[in-house]
């Protein structure tokens, strides 16, 4: 496809979307394209889930990745911290590559929510905003951190109050080395941690 074209087609899209969003509920506001820390902050705090990639200690796929979805959270309601929190137990196949090796990929999209589908942007186009994690996945326990990250998995994933008990549940974090972001044409941005923090995901800063 021709550049000028894909440039028309996404100023196109761009003004309907405009036209539209005037009337449509504010929960479909996203940031600007070239806010691209602020997409990425935006992205994570809307996904409930994430797909994670981990280096496979397992049989036939050893040192092969090993990609598998996770609830996250990165903040109950109107707080967004920007670290994706989980919630593990040693019994589960990907935790058990992040025994032998912590670091890992996660991957989150827009797809996820309503508003791909109706802007009609198919999940591999850059305009439905998906944004790609590296870095390593760090138990939290014992700590305030550890407390905010109950708070914001329990409130979004109701249901894990009540997974069984003696799988022995703990609160992990995903540490973030570097922030990659598909939300427009022109190949993929990338964002340092220390961006990604200081961008609020919100429409006004608080
Ligand atoms: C959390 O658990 C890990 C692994 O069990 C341990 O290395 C770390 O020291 C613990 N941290 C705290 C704050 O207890
Ligand atoms: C966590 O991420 C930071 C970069 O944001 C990095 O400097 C640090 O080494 C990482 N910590 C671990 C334990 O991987």
Redesign the pocket.
């Known amino acids: 496809m021709d550049g000028p074209f894909l440039a028309m087609r996404a100023l196109l899209l761009g003004l309907l979307w405009a036209a539209s969003s005037s009337s449509s509920s504010s929960r479909f506001w996203i940031p600007p394209h070239d806010q691209v820390a602020r997409v990425a902050r935006f992205v994570v705090h809307q996904c409930d889930w994430a797909s994670m990639a981990t280096i496979s200690t397992h049989k036939p796929v050893v040192g092969q990745p090993f990609s598998n979805a996770f609830s996250v959270s990165d903040g109950p309601g109107d707080s967004s911290s920007g670290v994706p929190y989980m919630y593990l137990t040693r019994m589960e196949i990907s935790v058990q590559d992040l025994e032998v090796n912590?670091e890992a990929s996660l991957s989150m999209s827009l797809a996820q929510t309503d508003y791909c589908r109706q802007q009609g942007f198919d999940p591999q186009s850059p305009l439905c905003a998906h944004v790609i994690l590296s870095?390593?996945v760090?138990e939290v326990n014992g700590t305030e951190e550890a407390e905010f990250a109950k708070k914001a998995l329990f409130t979004r994933h109701p249901e894990m109050i009540d997974w069984p008990s003696d799988h022995d549940w703990f609160f992990a974090k995903f540490?973030?080395?570097q922030v990659w972001v598909l939300d427009y044409f022109g190949g993929v941005k990338t964002v340092t941690?220390?961006e990604y923090f200081q961008a609020s995901p919100f429409r006004k800063h608080h």
């Open positions: 912590p870095g390593s760090i540490n973030i080395t941690p220390e």
